[in-house]
């Protein structure tokens, strides 16, 4: 089973971000760009939502752009941790209903920013396993490979918070 961390063996992504949805980008903090050397990802205003997972000094957004920041491991979650990830989906097909551009983010833009991309797609009408197909096709195919995110997907995140804060 592949879980979250910072895996030696997971390629850094080729860009910083990827379009998954038209105004839906995920993305991460570094990249390797065609020279092979790894840059930083840093967000201008290219975006009207940014919605942090990972933050990192130095990564941008510019003032005046909305950034919502909600910091997560990437492995298990609890309650609390869930419940920012359900609210910052919400958030994000809220943004995507009204016109507005949405980049999240993470560390690689694979794991993290995976799950909340993903349930932001729910809410627009995909399946979860739809939703995880298209961000695999569009980002990466190490995109969501952390299996216990794609769990928390194929259960719910409703459910799976409520299950995380009955047994706390």
Sequence with gaps: MRSGGRDTDVPTPETPWSEIVP??????HEFRGRTGH????????????????????????DPGVEHQVWPIPDGPLDGTQ?????????????ALEAGRTVLVRCFH????????????????????DRAIRLIRARRSPW??????????????LTTVRLLEELAE
């Design 82 to 94: 869930l419940a920012g990830v359900i609210r910052m989906a919400r958030a994000t097909a809220d």
């Design 23 to 28: 105004g839906l980008w995920m993305g991460g």
């Design 109 to 128: 833009g694979y794991n993290r920013s995976g799950l909340v991309v993903a349930q932001a797609l729910t809410h627009q009408g995909h399946s979860p």
């Design 38 to 61: 790894i840059g930083a990802a840093v967000v201008r205003g290219e975006f009207d939502l940014v919605q942090t997972l990972l933050r990192l000094p130095g990564h941008g957004p």
């Design 143 to 156: 995109a969501l490979h952390n299996d216990l995110f794609v769990e928390y997907m194929r259960t719910g």
